[in-house]
């Protein structure tokens, strides 16, 4: 037994709803309520005007909430007759009824039907279908292009910054130093701020060097070949190194400081101020702590340059500390890393943001709360360009970058 419940949107009767009637019963009342193949059914109460033509498959009736129409005239022609705007506003305006409004069969008899030759019914319902499925072409094509068009952006971004950092975005200059050099000078100046005491010293140092076309890691004075671990090819003027060599410290932020949140004092960043697709800090919301003078605090209070890197959850989210920034902390699920003064710019965390470094965080995951060791984030092969190239690099981002609205 059909329903106006069973005539959906799409104007077809959803068979896998209907319900079925014992075989004496349907007999005995029913007999009149039949449906035969190719009637309109027509929904007269509750969903007014939704239509269709049973195409068979069932003995089928119908209940008083469906009209079934019995036409001499092409059935096809008659129902999208129903669809047409006209119809629909005139069955809106004329429906009766106080709790559900109705538009019964007196009403639809009285229906105005313009009809033409039998061949030309034909025709129009013809035409009418194959502008139907140009319109659903159409409006898939426009889906498929609002998607694209919504995420193309932040491809473009990311496709950007892989270049910058694999030697494409700018040419080289055969002038330019190479990146060893600079490399070095980071080393020289990581020892003499171990010597000064201001830096602990890295238990497991890492020196990357090319030889004969190859690449080789240091480690505890144990020299390997690392070519089947580089991520991409670089030019031959650039290095690579580990992330850790390029930093003063990596450390993750104070534990068990809601005890100290207040609504003045200093900030206290948190995870909700880092950003996904950029390393801009989110300022719209901030945690205020007040700190007692016996806290533990010094370790991650922040200063300017301080990349923030999120380390568990939705791991390898960003935060910059600007100049001037205000007296600010990090709690346990963001880590700090703060970068020596020769490569205290933003080419590394630009290079934090390709899908290269979120290959890699996703690799270094652990445990059910997707959590990323602090050890793990100094293990990011870094691709090193000459220092010249290096700037060179930023200022065609920062130009290029402009140019994107990123949704």
């Not at 939704?50 to 129902?79: A, D, P, W």
């Not at 020289?188 to 140092?205: A, F, S, Y």
């Amino acid at each position: 037994m059909v329903s106006s419940t069973n005539i959906n949107d799409d104007c077809i009767v959803e068979l896998e709803k209907v319900r079925y009637l014992e075989k004496n019963i349907f007999d005995k009342e029913n007999e009149r309520t039949n449906a035969a193949t190719g009637d309109i059914f027509f929904t007269s109460v509750g969903s007014l005007g939704r239509s269709c033509v049973y195409e068979g498959g069932l003995n089928i009736c119908f209940q008083r909430s469906v009209s079934v129409i019995h036409t001499l005239i092409f059935n096809y022609y008659l129902k999208y007759c129903l669809d047409s705007a006209y119809i629909q506003q005139k069955i809106v305006r004329e429906a009766t009824g106080t709790a559900q409004k109705g538009f019964y069969l007196n009403q639809l008899a009285l229906l105005l039907i313009p009809i033409p030759p039998i061949e030309e019914q034909h025709r129009i319902v013809s035409k009418y279908l194959e502008t139907v499925q140009m319109q659903k072409e159409y409006y898939k094509t426009n889906e498929t292009l609002d998607v694209l068009n919504s995420g193309f952006p932040a491809t473009l971004k990311k496709s950007i910054l892989q270049y910058a950092v694999q030697g494409k975005l700018v040419p080289q200059d055969p002038a330019d130093e190479p990146a060893s050099v600079l490399l070095k000078r980071i080393r020289t100046e990581k020892e003499q701020l171990v010597k000064e005491g201001k830096i602990k010293r890295d238990k497991h140092e890492s020196v990357i060097f090319r030889r004969d076309n190859s690449y080789y890691e240091k480690v505890d004075g144990i020299e390997r070949c690392i070519d089947d671990e580089l991520p991409f090819e670089i030019p031959e003027s650039w290095g690579w190194c580990r992330l850790k060599s390029l930093t003063e410290n990596i450390t993750s932020g104070s534990r068990d400081w809601a005890k100290y949140y207040s609504t003045t004092g200093a900030a206290f960043l948190r995870m909700g101020n880092l950003s996904k697709n950029s390393f801009d800090l989110r300022l719209e919301h901030i945690q205020r702590v007040s700190i007692p003078s016996k806290a533990e605090g010094t370790r991650t209070s922040l200063q300017s340059g301080d990349l923030l890197f999120s380390i568990t959850g939705d791991v390898g989210m960003l935060g910059l500390i600007p100049d001037g920034f205000e007296e600010a902390y990090i709690n346990q699920h963001t880590a700090m890393i703060r970068f020596l003064p020769e490569i205290r710019n933003k080419y590394i965390p630009y290079l934090l943001l390709t899908d290269y470094a979120q290959k890699f965080y996703n690799a270094n995951q652990h445990g059910i709360k997707n959590s990323f060791r602090l050890d793990s984030i100094g293990e990011l092969l870094v691709s090193i360009p000459p220092e010249k190239e290096l700037f060179r690099i930023l200022q065609r981002i920062s130009l290029v970058l402009s140019k994107i609205v990123v949704l």
